[in-house]
């Protein structure tokens, strides 16, 4: 199936910024982002289609977040402005060959990355 390396994750004060990057071998229809924070529920941040024209965010990352995918690079970004505490997490990149599906339902995801580390200081 491939790998997927993320990288790009870090400590940054609230109301900063993070680019993550995600490169994938492999083939897939859908590709996104999750995190986990301790004691909580992994939750879908953001997923694309493989065409790049659908995407799907959290509400809570709405107008802070973009995620964009790199086709000619297999690389999937998720660029994170004004970031918050809240936002503390392993986030995750993920992705699956399920057409038509492309939802931030993470159970539908079989491939996922080693995790990148967020850390926002409030």
């Known amino acids: 199936q491939g790998q997927l390396v993320e990288s790009g994750g870090g400590s940054v004060q609230a109301g900063g910024s993070l680019k993550l990057s995600c490169v994938a071998s492999g083939s897939f229809y859908c590709m996104g982002w999750f995190r986990q924070a301790p004691g909580k529920e992994r939750e879908g941040v953001a997923v694309?289609?493989?065409?790049?024209?659908?995407?799907s965010y959290a509400d809570s990352v709405k107008g802070r977040f973009t995620i964009s995918l790199d086709r000619a690079k297999n690389t999937l970004y998720l660029q994170m402005n004004s970031l918050k505490s809240e936002d503390t997490a392993m986030y995750y990149c993920a992705t699956h060959n399920a057409r038509p599906i492309c939802t931030r339902n993470h159970v539908i995801f079989n491939r996922w990355g080693q995790g990148t580390q967020v850390t926002v200081s409030s």
């Open positions: 694309i289609s493989a065409g790049g024209g659908s995407t």
